[in-house]
């Protein structure tokens, strides 16, 4: 086995035994279906209140259109934030439960450890997004709604990977400030500077506002112009973020770290 393959082999024994990303990945998994379901049914309801005025503000257009509306809404923030914590404490805890010592006397680069804290996060990421879109597929039919087309699903699956590319220099953050506190700093001024750019007029040229408009959160007008050069500026987020990671891991030094 190689350097990196053992690198990822054990980084993936960590995550799955780690409280954190069960926690997280069943945080977004369970509340974006059912929250999505929950704010479209008391919206297409009599009731009245506060509480409905909310839903019915949150629902733009009609049936699976509405439905991938609200879960876009919904995923770009808790996400974004819970994508980007599990990253923090994938990263950060070597330096906060000071295992990043032993790491030095390793015949694995620490650049190499880097790269597989960041491809094991991913793969986390994107079975979290997998059992997202398939619940809330699952919840819209049960509900009464028709078989979704496959641009919906595109979309949906979409919005979680992109999501989860933009989490990405949580890592970074987690390495500069030597802990997992850093990097969950960094990603909730994230999401509160998203939604302020966003409100500003910034749209889809900001990256990690960009995946949720493409799939609906601001209805189909918005979605319809996202530009392709939008979402390819997402991944250019996280691979900039695995990169900086890598480079600053291989470049730890033991009285600093």
Do not use: N
């Not at 790491?103 to 694995?108: D, E, G, K, S």
């Not at 680069?109 to 960041?118: E, N, P, T």
């Amino acid at each position: 086995m190689t350097g990196f393959g053992a690198a990822l082999r054990v980084e993936a024994l960590k995550l799955r035994r780690s409280p954190v990303a069960w926690v997280a990945g069943l945080a977004v998994a369970a509340l974006v279906p059912l929250a999505s379901l929950g704010f479209l049914a008391l919206a297409r309801g009599a009731a009245g209140g506060p509480a409905a005025a909310k839903a019915r503000a949150m629902v733009l257009g009609d049936g699976w259109v509405a439905l991938l509306g609200l879960a876009a809404q919904l995923e770009a923030g808790l996400g974004l934030l819970a994508f980007g914590v599990v990253a923090s404490w994938c990263v950060g805890r070597e330096f906060t439960d000071g295992t990043i010592v032993g790491l030095f006397a390793q015949p694995v680069s620490r650049g190499a450890v880097a790269g597989a804290k960041a491809v094991v996060v991913s793969a986390w990421a994107s079975l979290v997004s997998v059992a997202v879109t398939f619940l809330l597929i699952l919840g819209g039919t049960l509900t009464g709604l028709p078989v979704p087309e496959l641009g919906h699903v595109v979309r949906l699956l979409g919005l979680g990977l992109l999501t989860a590319a933009t989490a990405l220099p949580a890592g970074w953050a987690a390495t500069y400030t030597r802990g997992y506190l850093g990097g969950i700093v960094a990603t909730l001024a994230t999401v509160i500077g998203t939604q302020f750019a966003v409100a500003l007029g910034a749209v889809a040229w900001v990256p990690w506002a960009a995946p949720a408009l493409w799939a609906g959160a601001a209805g189909p007008d918005v979605a319809a112009g996202v530009a392709p050069l939008q979402l390819a500026l997402a991944l250019l987020v996280g691979a900039l973020g695995v990169w900086a990671t890598c480079r600053a891991w291989a470049r730890l030094q033991l009285g600093r770290s």
